[in-house]
């Protein structure tokens, strides 16, 4: 396998970012989504695969008040915006990059499935583990 650089990213408030190289998970890592200009620039990445909220027409949620579902809203229109800057990014810097919906990316995984899945024994969070459940199936992709 090649040592080309593919980059899994969850983007949010705190973004997860999963760094393949040659389709071995080396590194992940936790952003503020002000950071991910500069991660993807030094990154060395040939390939993104992303979360994408706006692949996703229905926002699924228990949200019972008002103030609630629009504070729901709010976020999500964050989320859909960071989707939008990694596409131009990618396109500025040449990076091959496409989103994958949430439910594309399957469940949650703990840390445990993670590491059983992925072999990874070192310490992960929710957002590093989805953004390596993104770019999973395309770690081996030239």
Avoid at 62 to 85: E, I, Y
């Amino acid at each position: 396998m090649s040592s080309q650089v593919i980059l899994g990213i969850d983007p949010g408030q705190h973004t997860g970012i999963a760094v393949f190289t040659g389709g071995k998970l080396e590194t992940l890592h936790t952003i503020s989504p002000h950071q991910i200009p500069e991660f993807l620039r030094e990154s060395g990445a040939k390939r993104v695969i992303f979360e994408d909220s706006r692949l996703t027409s229905f926002v699924f949620t228990t949200v019972k008040s008002r103030p609630a579902a629009l504070k729901m809203a709010r976020n999500v229109g964050q989320v859909d915006a960071l989707c939008s800057l990694i596409v131009a990014v990618c396109g500025d810097l040449g990076i091959a990059c496409h989103g994958i919906s949430p439910a594309g990316k399957g469940a949650k995984l703990d840390a445990k499935a993670f590491a059983r899945m992925t072999g990874w024994l070192a310490a992960s969070n929710s957002h590093c583990r989805d953004a390596a459940m993104v770019a999973w199936p395309y770690r081996g992709v030239q």
